[in-house]
T-cell receptor, first 111, second 115 residues
Framework: KQEVTQIPAALSVPEGENLVLNCSFTDSAIYNLQWFRQDPGKGLTSLLLIQSSQREQTSGRLNASLDKSSGRSTLYIAASQPGDSATYLCAVTGANSKLTFGKGITLSVRP | NAGVMQNPRHLVRRRGQEARLRCSPMKGHSHVYWYRQLPEEGLKFMVYLQKENIIDESGMPKERFSAEFPKEGPSILRIQQVVRGDSAAYFC?????????????FGPGTRLTVL
C-alpha cells in the first residue's frame, strides 16, 4: 500500500529565504508525482507534475525534483514571499490511476 | 475552457438527510475521481469513474455512499442518511484519458457540514 509522508507538518520562514519541502513515498512504482498548493478553505492548485521518467520540473521560482528509486521528491521555492504562505501537498499516481496524498506542509512566510 | 466545476460549494445537511454533490469535468475529459478531505487529515481517494462505469470504488464506504457518471450530465456523489462524521471537503478531479501520466485537474470542492 502506497504511503506518502511530508515532514515537517508546518514550517515558518522569513521572507526572501530559499526553502525546500520534502516528500517521501514507499512504493516506487509510480507514474507521476504532483505538487499542489492549497489555500485555507480552497481547492487544489497544481504547481508541478513530474513524470516517472523525469528528474525535475521548473516553473518560475519553483523547482521540483524526483528520485523514484529512493522514493523522494523535493519542492524548492526560491526567494520566498508572504504570498507563498499555504499548504503544499505532494501526491503520487499509482498503476490504478489513484492519487495518494501526503498530509501536506503548512508554510508561513513572515514579512 | 472552463475548469472542473463542482456544486454546491457549501452544503449543510442535518443528520439523516441526503447529500448530493455534483461534478462537471473539464471539456473533453471522460475520467472523474472523487476525493475526501477530513478535518486535519490528508485527501483520500474514494472512487474513479468513466462515463457510465465505476472503475475503482475501493476508497468509498460500502454503505450510504454511491457515485455515478452518466452518459449525459455531471458526475454525482450521493451520501444517504448523513452523519456528523461525513462532514468534510469533497473534491472532484478529472483527466483526459486512461493513460496514467495525464494530470488530474481538481475542482474547488464541496464543503459538507452535517449538523
Amino acid at each position: 500500500k502506497q504511503e506518502v509522508t511530508q515532514i515537517p507538518a508546518a514550517l515558518s520562514v522569513p521572507e526572501g529565504e530559499n526553502l525546500v519541502l520534502n516528500c517521501s513515498f514507499t512504493d516506487s512504482a509510480i507514474y507521476n508525482l504532483q505538487w499542489f498548493r492549497q489555500d485555507p478553505g480552497k481547492g487544489l492548485t497544481s504547481l508541478l507534475l513530474i513524470q516517472s521518467s523525469q528528474r525535475e520540473q521548473t516553473s518560475g521560482r519553483l523547482n521540483a525534483s524526483l528520485d523514484k528509486s529512493s522514493g523522494r521528491s523535493t519542492l524548492y521555492i526560491a526567494a520566498s514571499q508572504p504570498g507563498d504562505s499555504a499548504t503544499y501537498l505532494c501526491a503520487v499516481t499509482g498503476a490504478n490511476s489513484k492519487l495518494t496524498f501526503g498530509k501536506g506542509i503548512t508554510l508561513s512566510v513572515r514579512p | 475552457n472552463a475548469g472542473v466545476m463542482q456544486n454546491p460549494r457549501h452544503l449543510v445537511r442535518r443528520r439523516g438527510q441526503e447529500a448530493r454533490l455534483r461534478c462537471s469535468p473539464m471539456k473533453g475529459h471522460s475520467h472523474v475521481y472523487w476525493y475526501r478531505q477530513l478535518p486535519e487529515e490528508g485527501l483520500k481517494f474514494m472512487v474513479y469513474l468513466q462515463k457510465e462505469n465505476i472503475i475503482d470504488e475501493s476508497g468509498m464506504p460500502k454503505e450510504r455512499f454511491s457515485a455515478e457518471f452518466p452518459k449525459e450530465g455531471p458526475s454525482i456523489l450521493r451520501i444517504q442518511q448523513v452523519v456528523r462524521g461525513d462532514s468534510a471537503a469533497y473534491f472532484c478531479a478529472s483527466s483526459i484519458s486512461v493513460v496514467t501520466d495525464h494530470e488530474q485537474f481538481f475542482g474547488p470542492g464541496t464543503r459538507l457540514t452535517v449538523l
